[in-house]
């Protein structure tokens, strides 16, 4: 079992940046490959993000490249989103996600998710 604990959401003002980060409580971080997910009121939930294990891809939603940018720290299983230039349509609860590089773009296990609020 993974456990995700997403922290670094609030309200920012549109064209303002945050930094979330995902922490996994699991030994075997670097095994899994991480991706962010959003959720806005209404809506179903999306891809933002993902990275894999070792770090050396990257992907993005068409919405988000250029402004987002995910990394990871497998020292100490954390993952980031820091999100630059920020829109009111970027309003949603943010999930971190693990997917084992057994079963790729599975995502099994996931964190309970931060609110970003996006004033215009």
């Known amino acids: 079992q993974v456990q995700l604990v997403e922290s670094g959401g609030g309200l920012v003002q549109a064209g303002g940046s945050l930094r979330l980060s995902c922490a996994a409580s699991?030994?075997?971080?670097?095994?899994?490959?991480m991706g962010w997910f959003r959720q806005a009121p209404g809506k179903e939930r999306e891809f933002v993000a993902a990275?894999?294990?070792?770090?050396?891809?990257?992907s993005y939603a068409d919405s988000v490249k250029g402004r987002f940018t995910i990394s990871r720290d497998n020292n100490k299983n954390t993952v980031y989103l820091q999100m630059n230039s920020l829109k009111p349509e970027d309003t949603a609860v943010y999930y971190c996600a693990a997917s084992s590089v057994i079963t790729p773009g599975k995502y099994d296990f996931w964190g309970q998710g931060t609110q970003v609020t996006v004033s215009s």
């Open positions: 699991t030994r075997t971080f670097s095994t899994y490959d």
């Open positions: 990275i894999r294990w070792s770090g050396s891809s990257t």
